[in-house]
């Protein structure tokens, strides 16, 4: 079989991802919408100024949206108030600056909906709900979650797949939801499955043009972005906004050989994040190194654990600094390169097989 040129495959995503004019006053979820980690002060309390500090420093460094109260900003470690007022804080100081994604995820529905109030007064853009955790449903028991939220909600939803952690939202609910539910406007997928996003997008655009796609997996960002996604909500947005903005930008303007090595080398930092510590450790470490006073987190961490995050630092500070954020650790960085080149090609190729199994060549 003939291989597939670079131009024809963008030329084909690109085709396959054409979206139409949104059907509601709301423009559809777009961009790089950034999971922030919640400053702590020495008494594990949010830190307000630090909070407010933080929103000013992603924003002017080019992000397209927050979204507080994802995983990267530890909701399940935050009570309920505490949720609330990370969400007020925010709102209040983003103003009109950039979109917020909020994450409105409680412990059943009725809570759930009085968070969807609630920030819909605050005027945010939209929220972001988990699906349900802990109890495992079966489609049917996703399916009358979102669905009893979205007809409550006077705000729109973002469905929120995360499967490793939650009940896994399968293509049939989403496209029911999105068919029954005006509400239902977007999904944030974390699982990185290529397969699984295309399969959602070939079933719900040619009903919601409207609906966005974004995901939270920021070692496929490239490829998922020529799939059709609207963009993502990726935890390294906020350690280092500047990269994840560039790819989206490169991505997007199809100057894929600048984009393919940016997400080489955002792949090396977003692996040495999630996989050298405990979620999200490694990037409240990092986002330290850049000048952020992001406290310790609630989850204790044992004298082993807080070792490791040292060794760390220190890796994760040769990876800033090579990317002109910040001065090499005492010591100096090891010399080598470290990036598979072959992996996000990998990844392409996934894309290129399943699109010539929909017959798609």
């Known amino acids: 079989m003939a291989d597939v040129g670079l131009p024809a495959i963008v030329t084909i995503l690109t085709t396959l991802a054409e979206v139409a004019e949104p059907m509601s006053e709301n423009a559809p979820l777009k ?15 949010i830190n307000e100024a630090e909070l407010r500090r933080y929103v000013d420093w992603l924003i002017e460094r080019g992000v397209h949206g927050l979204y507080p109260n994802g995983s990267t900003g530890e909701f399940t470690r935050f009570t309920a108030e505490e949720r609330r007022r990370i969400i007020e804080i925010i709102a209040d100081h983003a103003g009109d600056r950039v979109p917020i994604l909020a994450g409105a995820a409680e412990a059943n529905t009725r809570e759930t909906i009085r968070a969807c109030e609630h920030y819909h007064d605050l005027g945010v853009r939209a929220v972001a709900i988990v699906a349900p955790f802990y109890y495992k449903l079966s489609p049917a028991g996703v399916y009358a979650y ?6 409550n909600s006077p705000i729109d939803v973002t469905l929120y797949n995360i499967p490793m952690f939650a009940s896994p939202i399968d293509v049939p609910t989403v496209q029911r939801l999105a068919e029954e539910c005006p509400r239902v406007a977007a999904i944030k997928d974390s699982s990185g499955d290529l397969p699984h996003m295309m399969r959602m997008i070939s079933a719900v655009r040619p009903v919601r043009p409207d609906f966005a796609f974004l995901t939270g997996w920021d070692a496929a960002l490239l490829p998922m972005i020529l799939l059709g996604c609207d963009g ?7 350690v280092v906004p500047e990269i994840t903005r560039k790819l989206y930008d490169l991505t997007t303007s199809m100057q894929l050989d600048e984009a393919r090595e940016l997400q080489y080398r955002l792949l090396t930092l977003f692996d040495a994040m999630i996989l050298s510590s405990e979620f999200p450790e490694g990037f409240r470490a990092a986002l330290r190194l850049r000048g952020i006073n992001t406290g310790c987190g609630r989850q204790p961490q044992s004298d082993v654990q807080q070792a490791a ?4 630092s220190d890796q994760l500070q040769c990876l800033l600094a090579g990317e002109g ?4 650790p005492v010591g100096g960085c090891p010399v080598g390169d470290s990036v598979d080149p072959d992996q996000v090609a990998r990844i392409v190729r996934t894309v290129v097989g399943e699109l010539k199994k929909q017959g798609i060549n």
């Not at 961009?31 to 309390?45: C, K, R, S």
């Not at 995050?309 to 760390?312: A, C, E, S």
């Open 146 to 151: 979102f669905k009893e939220i979205a007809d």
């Open 31 to 45: 961009g790089i919408f950034t999971p922030n980690i919640v400053p702590l002060d020495a008494q594990g309390e």
């Open 232 to 238: 993502g909500t990726n935890a390294t947005s906020g």
């Open 309 to 312: 995050l040292g060794t760390l």
């Open 325 to 328: 954020f910040t001065e090499e």
